[in-house]
C-alpha cells in the first residue's frame, strides 16, 4: 500500500478518518512512458488519477486545453459519467496513484462533499467546495471588533432639556438612545424611558430629562471584542451598552447588532443611510457596506447573495445621496440611473463609477453643474473610483435630457469604434433608481428599436467579446513553472466574466429581452429557445465560478493595497480541486465564445 498518498489534497480532504484508510487500502501506482494515451476521449475510466510525479497533458482534438501536474487528479467525469471528453496523455514520464473506480463510486454515494467533485455541473462543484476555504460563522462574529457593529454617531443633550424636545430630537436622528450630560455626570436615556415617564409616571412633557435618565453607564471600547461585550451585557442585564472611543462616548452597542452581525448586519446599514443628515454621515454607512462584503464572504455567503446584497445597499446609498445633493429642478425633472456591473447587480468589491441622470427637460445650467460635481465627488470621497471612460454623472454627455441622450445612441450605432459599442452596451445595462423612472425606459426602448433585426449592427456590437481571449488553464501556467520561468496570471474578468456578461447581453438585445442581470437575461433565452437549459445551467454556473474567484481576488487586492491585481487569478497558487472548477468554466466559456461567433458571423471582422 502506497504511504505518501496526501489526504489533505482536495478533494480528498472532504474524507473521513475511515473513508481515507479504506482508500489508501485500494490504492496502486501506475507508470506511463512520454506519449503514452493514458484515457482516450469517448472511453470510462477504470480508476481515478492522481499525479504523483511528470505532467499530463489534456487535448480535445488538436487543442491544447490544460497540462495537468502533481496532486491534479483525473478523470472524475470519466469515472462518473461514462466516459471522457478529452485525451489524457503523459507529456513526460510520468507516476501517479490509481484508485479504483468501485471504491470512488462507494464514497461519492457516501460523502456528498466529495461527490461534488465528480458532478458535472460547475455551480454543484462550486457549492460544496467555496465554502471549505471560509467558513467561519459565528465564531468569526465573536472574534469581530465592537465597532464593525456600533451605532454612531453619538447624540448628547444637556441635562436640562425637557423630555418633548428629547422625543423630537430621537425622532428627527431616528435613534432610540442618546447621551445626557449633566454637569460632571453622563448618563443615558431610551426611548422606553420617555414612554415610562409619560405613561407610567405621567410626568410632564416639560420635566428635564435628567429626572428619568440612568447614570450608572455600562461601557465598552470600540477596540474590543464582540464576545466581550456580551459578556459585559449578560453581567448587568443589559441588551445596550455604551461604545467609548478614544476614551469619549461614540455609540451605542445593541443586541440586536450583534445578531446582524451573524446575520451579515445588511438589515442594519440601511437605517444607517436614512439617518444620514449629510454627506459625512453617508461616508460612514457606504465603510459598512464595503465592510459587509467581507464580513459576508467570510461566512460563507453564496457569491450571488453577496451581490444582491451589496447591489441593494449600494442602490438605497445613491439615492439617499441624490436626495441630500439634488436640487429642486433636478429631482422633478430627472431619473437617476446605474449602469454597468451596478445596473446589472453584480457588484461585490467597489470598481469604478457606472451612473448617470435623465433629465425630461433642461434644468438651470449652474443647479445642474453643481450637482454633477457634488454628486461624482462624493461618490469618489466614498471610495468609488471615477470612471475611467467617464461613465459617470459629472460627464455631461452621462447626464442630459433623455432626447439627447437617445440622439447620441443613435451617433453610436452608426459609429464603428469599440468604444462606441461599449457604451452601448454599458447603457443597455442601466437600471433607474428614482425620481422620473419612465425616462429610462424610453431610452431603452429606443435603443432595442435601433438594434433590433439589425444583424450588421449587432454584429459589430457582439465583437467586442473578442476584445480579450479565453485561455486554456494550464497551457501557459504549468509549462512555464516546469522550466522555472514562473506562473502566469489569468484576469477572471477579461478571461471569464466579460465573454459571458457580453454575448448574454447581445443575445437579450438581439430578442428585446429587458431583464438586467445577466443570469436573469440567461434564463430568460432559454426560455425564448435560444438554447437548451442544461446550457443555460451551465452559463450561470461558470459566472458564478469567476464571480467567486474574483470576489477573492478582489478582497486579497484590498488588503494588500494592490487594487491593479483585483481580478488575476494564479492557477499555480489553486487547489486540485479548485482549478478542476476553474477549467470547467473555462470550457463553458470557450463554447459560449464559438456559439456567439457563429450566431452573429464574427469571422467576417
Same mark, same amino acid.
Given at each position: 500500500?502506497?504511504?505518501?498518498f496526501d489526504a489533505?489534497?482536495p ?7 475511515h ?7 485500494a ?6 512512458p512520454p ?8 472511453r470510462?475510466?477504470e ?6 510525479k511528470?505532467s499530463?497533458?489534456v ?10 501536474g502533481?496532486k !491534479?487528479s483525473?478523470?472524475? =467525469?470519466?469515472?462518473v459519467?461514462?466516459a471522457?471528453?478529452?485525451d489524457?496523455?503523459?507529456?513526460e ?8 473506480g468501485?471504491?470512488?463510486?462507494? #464514497?461519492?454515494a ?14 454543484d462543484?462550486l457549492d460544496?467546495f ?7 460563522g459565528?465564531e ?10 456600533s ?7 444637556d441635562?436640562?432639556t ?17 447621551f445626557?450630560q ?11 424611558n ?5 405613561? #407610567?409616571r =405621567?410626568? *410632564?412633557?416639560e420635566?428635564p430629562?435628567?429626572?428619568v435618565c440612568h447614570f450608572?453607564v455600562?461601557a465598552v471600547?470600540?477596540?474590543d ?5 456580551l459578556l459585559?451585557?449578560?453581567r448587568?442585564?443589559k441588551?445596550?451598552?455604551a461604545v ?10 445593541e443586541?440586536i ?7 451579515g ?5 440601511p ?7 449629510g454627506?459625512d454621515d453617508?461616508?460612514?454607512?457606504a465603510?459598512?457596506i $464595503? ?10 455567503v453564496r457569491v450571488?447573495a453577496?451581490?444582491?446584497i ?5 442602490r438605497?446609498?445613491?439615492v ?8 429642486a429642478?433636478?429631482?422633478e425633472?430627472?431619473c ?6 451596478e ?15 435623465? @433629465?425630461?427637460? *433642461? ?6 453643474a453643481?450637482?454633477?460635481? !457634488? ?6 470621497g466614498?471610495g468609488?473610483?471615477p470612471?475611467?471612460g467617464?461613465?459617470?454623472v ?12 437617445v440622439? /447620441?445612441?443613435r451617433?453610436?450605432?452608426l459609429?464603428?469604434?469599440?468604444e462606441?459599442?461599449?457604451? @452601448? ?8 433608481l428614482?425620481?422620473r423612472?419612465?425616462?429610462l425606459a424610453?431610452?431603452?426602448?429606443a #435603443?432595442?428599436?435601433m438594434?433590433?433585426?439589425? $444583424?450588421?449592427?449587432l454584429?459589430?456590437?457582439?465583437? @467586442? ?6 485561455p ?11 522550466v ?5 496570471a ?8 466579460? *465573454?459571458i456578461?457580453?454575448g448574454?447581453?447581445?443575445?437579450a ?10 443570469a436573469?437575461r440567461?434564463e430568460?433565452?432559454?426560455e425564448a ?5 442544461e446550457?443555460?445551467r451551465e ?12 470576489l /477573492?481576488?478582489?478582497?486579497e487586492?484590498v488588503?494588500?493595497?494592490a ?7 494564479r492557477?499555480s $497558487?489553486?487547489?486540485s480541486?479548485d482549478r478542476?472548477?476553474?477549467r !470547467? ?8 465564445r ?12
Open positions: 500500500m502506497p504511504s505518501g489533505r489534497n478533494p480528498f480532504d472532504r474524507l473521513a478518518g473513508e481515507i484508510e479504506t482508500l489508501r487500502a490504492l496502486d501506482i501506475g507508470y506511463f506519449g503514452e494515451v493514458i484515457l482516450a476521449h469517448g470510462p475510466a480508476s481515478l488519477h492522481v499525479i504523483i511528470g499530463v497533458e487535448r480535445e482534438g488538436g487543442t491544447l486545453n490544460t497540462v495537468l502533481p !491534479d483525473f478523470d472524475s =467525469r470519466a469515472l459519467h461514462g471522457a471528453g478529452e489524457f496523455i503523459a507529456a514520464e510520468t507516476l501517479g496513484y490509481l484508485i479504483p468501485d471504491v470512488v463510486r462507494t #464514497l461519492v457516501g460523502n456528498a462533499g466529495f461527490a461534488a467533485f465528480f458532478y458535472s455541473e460547475v455551480s462543484k460544496a467555496v465554502r471549505a476555504h471560509r467558513a467561519e459565528v468569526s462574529v465573536l472574534r469581530a471588533r465592537v465597532r464593525e457593529a451605532r454612531g454617531p453619538a447624540v448628547v443633550v441635562g436640562a425637557s423630555l418633548e424636545e428629547v422625543g423630537h430630537l430621537m425622532r428627527e436622528a431616528n435613534i432610540n438612545a442618546l445626557v449633566d454637569g460632571d455626570r453622563t448618563g443615558v436615556v431610551t426611548g422606553m420617555l414612554a415610562k415617564a409619560a405613561v #407610567l =405621567r410626568l *410632564p412633557l420635566t430629562v435628567r429626572d450608572d455600562i471600547s470600540a477596540d471584542f464582540i464576545f466581550e461585550a459585559l451585557m449578560t448587568h442585564d441588551r445596550r451598552i467609548r472611543t478614544n476614551g469619549a462616548f461614540s455609540g451605542f452597542l443586541d447588532d450583534i445578531l446582524g452581525l451573524v446575520a448586519n445588511s438589515q442594519l446599514i437605517g444607517r443611510i436614512d439617518r444620514a443628515r454627506v453617508l461616508a460612514i454607512a465603510r459598512d $464595503q465592510a459587509q462584503v467581507e464580513r459576508l464572504h467570510r461566512q460563507g450571488e453577496i451581490a444582491d451589496t447591489s441593494d445597499l449600494n438605497r446609498l445613491f439617499k445621496l441624490f436626495e441630500l445633493l439634488a436640487p429642478s433636478i429631482r425633472a430627472g437617476l440611473i446605474l449602469m454597468g456591473s445596473g446589472r447587480g453584480e457588484q461585490t468589491v467597489r470598481t469604478d463609477q457606472d451612473n448617470g441622470l435623465l @433629465l425630461a427637460v *433642461p434644468v438651470d445650467d449652474a443647479d445642474l453643481t450637482f454633477r460635481t !457634488d454628486f461624482s465627488s462624493a461618490l469618489a466614498f468609488f473610483p470612471c475611467p467617464g461613465v459617470m459629472d460627464n455631461p454627455l452621462w447626464s442630459q435630457p433623455v432626447e439627447g441622450l440622439r /447620441q445612441m451617433a453610436w450605432t459609429d464603428r469604434t469599440p462606441a459599442a461599449l457604451n @452601448l452596451a454599458i447603457f443597455f445595462d442601466a437600471v433607474a428614482c425620481g423612472t419612465e425616462l424610453e431610452a431603452r426602448g #435603443l432595442v428599436e438594434m433590433r433585426g439589425e $444583424q450588421a449592427l454584429a459589430r456590437f457582439a465583437n @467586442l467579446i473578442e476584445s480579450f481571449g479565453t486554456s488553464l494550464g497551457v501557459l501556467t504549468s509549462l512555464m513553472a516546469t522555472g520561468v514562473g506562473s502566469e489569468i484576469d477572471i474578468k477579461k478571461a471569464g466574466i466579460f *465573454p456578461v457580453h448574454i447581453r447581445t443575445m438585445l438581439d430578442r428585446g429581452i429587458m431583464v438586467t442581470a445577466t436573469g440567461i430568460a433565452l432559454a429557445g435560444a438554447f437548451d437549459t446550457f443555460a452559463l450561470i454556473g461558470a459566472l458564478r465560478v469567476f464571480m467567486e474567484y474574483r /477573492q481576488t478582489q478582497l487586492a488588503r494588500r493595497g487594487l491593479e491585481r483585483e481580478a488575476l487569478v492557477p $497558487q489553486l487547489h480541486a478542476d472548477i476553474l !470547467d468554466a473555462l470550457r463553458i466559456v470557450r463554447r459560449f464559438e456559439l456567439i461567433r457563429n450566431r452573429y458571423k464574427l469571422g467576417a471582422f
